[in-house]
């Protein structure tokens, strides 16, 4: 009985033997499993480290080369920082420069100034003196006195016309070649004043045109016939109809074979009118015969009883700018071409033909001036 028990001893002692042999030997292969983890974690661990300590070198490398650019940079930062100092100097110099400069320039424009107000004082007493001589000394449109109660002055000056002017056709076909100026200008609806309008040809023109146009002239046979035609006509003086109209009120001024008829103190005051009436960047027109033609200041242009002396192109481009016009076109028209066939049958020489057969008439195309330059 003992023996059994004894038997059953050793037997449960030798099962718990086995089962404990059986658990260290799966606690010997987890340390072995653990053991092999370790190991594998520690081979990449040590590759990391070199990765890192490779990486730490380049970074030692980096900051060894940025070191060197910053000990080469410094230098060139302190010049930067010295250059730009010194530009600021020089900068608050030229600014005090600047303000004594302006200073200086307000001094001269105030002194230029009351110049130009004295400039304007004189200018002002010398058109005022100018206006009194011309009401003196000229009348502005000289006037054939009455032959008897059938045959006036003005159906007498409306009969030369006729006779030595040329037809109407023919003059607004002539006057055509002023229409590109014309229609160059830039302000529309415009406003057209004629100046001794005659027969009325250059308003026949500007109204194909659409150009609203108002002609004047002293002769009330002239402008009888133009308002006959539909044409807006005025019989008044000129000059003193200018006067009465209000600056800038038109955009062109035109006077075809005008200025020939008048003084020159007249011709300045109507240019001097014609400046203030017109708007700026409008046109001045004047077109009168050319004394240059020898057949022209010799024979031609003292058909008309009523013209008082030729103006030379010279002459009348000075009365133009001293009114406040630039010239912008001067047109050499209507050349002798009898004349020239005879040059040519008889071999001239160039500058005969011209004094003989060059053109018969010259025109004139202005704009106001902007502004005046200032008297030396």
């Known amino acids: 009985m003992a023996t059994m028990r004894g038997l059953r001893a050793w037997l449960s002692s030798a099962f718990s033997l086995g089962a404990q042999r059986r658990l260290l030997e799966e606690q010997v292969r987890d340390a072995a499993r653990l053991q092999s983890e370790l190991e594998a974690a520690r081979a990449a661990n040590e590759d990391s480290l070199l990765r890192i300590a490779g990486t ?23 010049r930067v920082d010295a250059l730009a100092e010194s530009a600021q100097a020089q900068a608050r110099a030229l600014q005090d420069e600047l303000r004594e400069w302006a200073a200086a320039l307000e001094r001269l424009s105030a002194r230029q100034s009351d110049r130009l107000d004295e400039v304007e004082a004189m200018q002002r007493r010398d058109v005022t003196t100018l206006h009194g ?14 032959l008897d109660s ?7 000056h409306a009969r030369v016309e006729a006779e030595f002017r040329g037809s109407m056709d023919d003059i607004r076909q002539r006057l055509t070649v002023y229409l590109p100026h014309v229609r160059s200008l830039r302000e529309r609806p415009a406003h057209a004043l004629d100046l001794g309008c005659g027969r009325g040809e250059w308003l026949e023109l500007l109204r194909d045109e659409g150009i609203a146009a108002t002609g004047v002239d002293e002769n009330e046979v002239s ?10 006509a005025v019989r008044a003086d000129a000059l003193e109809y200018m006067r009465r109209q209000p600056d800038c009120a038109f955009s062109i001024v035109t006077a075809f074979h005008l200025v020939e ?15 203030r009436l017109l708007r700026p960047g409008g046109l ?7 004394a240059d033609n020898i057949r022209v200041g010799a024979t031609t242009f003292h058909l008309d009883p009523t013209h008082h002396r030729p103006v030379p192109v010279e002459l009348l481009r000075l009365v133009v700018g001293f009114a406040g016009f630039e010239v912008i076109d001067i047109l050499e028209l209507h050349p002798d071409e009898a004349m020239r066939d005879v040059a040519a049958s008889e071999h001239w020489p ?9 053109p ?5 195309v202005a704009t106001p001036r902007l502004a005046d330059p200032a008297p030396a």
């Not at 011309?134 to 009455?146: K, S, V, W």
């Not at 402008?223 to 807006?232: A, E, F, I, K, S």
């Not at 018969?360 to 004139?364: E, M, Q």
């Open 56 to 78: 730490q070198r380049d970074i030692l490398a980096r900051l060894a080369a940025i070191d060197a650019r910053m000990r080469e940079v410094t230098p060139l930062r302190e």
């Open 133 to 146: 001589r011309i009401e003196t000394l000229a009348p502005p449109f000289p006037a054939l006195p009455d």
């Open 150 to 156: 059938n045959a006036t002055a003005a159906w007498f």
């Open 223 to 232: 402008v009888d016939r133009c308002t006959l035609r539909g044409l807006h």
């Open 261 to 275: 008829h008048l003084a020159t103190e007249a011709v300045v005051a109507m240019l001097l009118e014609a400046r």
């Open 284 to 290: 001045l027109i004047l077109e009168t015969p050319n």
């Open 350 to 358: 160039p500058t005969l033909l011209n004094l003989l057969g060059g």
């Open 360 to 364: 018969r008439d010259l025109g004139l």
